[in-house]
């Protein structure tokens, strides 16, 4: 196996560099989740109060969703909010996600990598020092292109925690 971080043919350089290290840490995350069942996807840890893979996931999933539309200078559609938010239930803990396909969740993380790819192909490379704002409160800036790298390496953090859930399921 070859591994580089080289953009598409039709990104700027450093915004497809950027794009292919979000692009290569999905596919190591449908790689670490691989043969999963539905009882491994929510299990939750020894004493049941860890954020399980399924709502790991689909916070994931939200964020990159918001990047995205970030990244596009647009507010985030309602569809989507429904569909993958919220971001913290009214405890300020990650939504509870129990039940739902790990096809499924994998599948809407693609998704929205494949609007990122979309968006990417947009920006020049003096795109990524567009300031956007982020955070629970849009109360952070941050550039674009700290966006890009935050994304990868935000989906790798919790990878750890998904190998972890992992390790604790099989000792179960």
């Known amino acids: 196996m070859f591994f580089d971080l080289l953009g598409e043919t039709n990104m700027a350089p450093t915004a497809g560099i950027l794009y292919s290290a979000v692009k290569e840490n999905s596919q190591r995350l449908q790689l670490i989740t691989e043969g999963m069942s539905q009882e491994e996807v929510d299990y939750r840890g020894p004493n049941n109060n860890f954020n399980s893979t399924a709502q790991l996931i689909n916070h994931l999933t939200y964020v990159d969703v918001n990047w995205v539309y970030r990244i596009k200078g647009q507010s985030l559609p309602s569809s ?26 994998v599948s809407n993380h693609q998704d929205v990598i494949e609007m990122l790819k979309d968006a990417c192909t947009q920006l020049t490379d003096d795109d990524l020092a567009n300031v956007v704002t982020f955070g629970h409160e849009n109360e952070k800036q941050a550039t674009i292109r700290w966006g890009l790298w935050h994304m990868a390496d935000h989906n790798r953090y919790h990878q750890a925690h998904i190998n972890q859930l992992r390790k604790w399921f099989k000792g179960h």
Do not use: F, H, I, Q
Request: proline share 8%.
């Open 80 to 105: 989507l909010e429904e569909k993958y938010g919220p971001a913290l239930d009214a405890n300020g803990r990650l939504p509870m996600v129990k039940g739902k396909s790990l096809d499924t969740l």
